[in-house]
């Protein structure tokens, strides 16, 4: 395992959108990207998460290791981690030797988030089928982790036959291999061959809590990476009323490829309020973003991180910098606090 891996630890998300309403010039968007993320590390947030997507029109990254190197190089502490790595699009002797190398350049700072995928696009792009997901991403995990032991490896499998193959350098700190799953059988697979769990809904935690039993483990080692998806600030709804329609964007393109099923089944999302009516949404202030988070940490303990994105797709750095310091000021301190000591009751009983 990595560093500082049992602490409980607060983090920001990014995707590097770049829709064509609202849009800047690449160069400065990640720029000006980097430069928060710099600066957030400052601010106390100890995590970094990067996702993936191919073939969009507004530049959602399809580089999250390229861009996870680049931030190490700019941060002394923060972990920083995939959530998600779409596998079954690559081939898992490159990812495992594009991730040996990240750790290494981070000093063991790097975590491995991977998933399935689900956007059929993407699969025909990579001349990969849809239909081959769990098995391509299980036995890509298990290619992964015999690389990074250091040595030659032979495996022979349905999707990858690997012979007489050794990768170097070998990572010091092999990154901890995560896996996002949704659906009900996809969270058992991710807590039978996972390292951890990322939650992207904050809705299948306490079923991988469940699960881990079913799979021969103690819940006790369950580790859980929830992405959060409520807009916090002093006046939430004063803000909702300035970033919406960047949410309501970022929805509808995950509608539109097929993240809840047939896109044509499922409705879009025609304005900001339908999205808080629905509950995917949330619109909190500090105390109640406390009392809420807390919640989170003590109803599953085995909650690790707690990442929300920096910004919305579309939405100016210095906009989402705003909430991003309120969040760490405000919130991330008390909850922390409240955390630790949970801890030292639990300690002594």
């Not at 097929?258 to 995917?280: K, T």
Request: some cysteine; proline content about 7%.
């Amino acid at each position: 395992m990595g560093k500082n891996q049992d602490q409980v630890t607060f983090g920001l998300a990014y995707d590097f959108r770049n829709p064509e309403q609202w849009r800047k010039p690449t160069e400065a968007l990640y720029k000006e990207t980097l430069d928060q993320i710099a600066w957030a590390e400052s601010l106390g947030f100890r995590s970094v998460w990067l996702t993936e997507h191919h073939f969009c029109d507004d530049g959602y990254t399809p580089s999250p290791l390229t861009i996870a190197a680049a931030i190490g190089a700019r941060t002394q502490h923060m972990q920083i981690g995939t959530n998600l790595l779409v596998l079954p699009l690559h081939d898992p002797i490159r990812v495992a030797e594009d991730a040996a190398t990240v750790s290494i350049l981070t000093g063991g700072r790097f975590r491995l988030g991977v998933g399935q995928g689900y956007h059929e696009e993407e699969f025909e792009g990579f001349g990969r089928k849809l239909v081959n997901r769990p098995s391509l991403l299980e036995e890509g995990v298990e290619v992964i982790r015999r690389a990074w032991t250091g040595e030659v490896m032979n495996f022979s499998g349905k999707r990858f036959n690997v012979e007489d193959v050794r990768i170097t350098p070998v990572p010091e700190n092999p990154p901890p291999l995560l896996v996002g799953a949704l659906a009900d059988p996809a969270i058992e697979r991710a807590a039978r061959i996972g390292d951890g769990y990322l939650d992207t809904l904050n809705a299948g935690g306490a079923k991988y809590v469940d699960a881990l039993p079913k799979v021969g483990k103690d819940p006790a080692v369950g580790r859980i990476y929830s992405l959060q998806w409520p807009i916090i600030d002093e006046d939430p709804e004063k803000a909702w009323a300035e970033i919406g329609p960047h949410s309501v964007y970022q929805w509808n393109e995950y509608i539109g490829w097929g993240v809840f099923g047939p896109p044509d089944q499922i409705p879009r999302y025609e304005s900001p309020n339908q999205l808080v009516e629905a509950g995917m949404i949330q619109l909190w202030d500090a105390s109640t973003a406390v009392e809420q988070l807390s919640g989170i940490l003590s109803a599953r303990p085995q909650t690790k991180d707690l990442h929300f994105f920096a910004q919305l797709p579309g939405e100016s750095v210095e906009s989402g910098s705003r909430r991003v310091e309120y969040l760490a000021t405000k919130v991330m301190p008390e909850v922390l606090r409240a955390a630790s000591q949970s801890e030292r009751e639990e300690g002594t009983t």
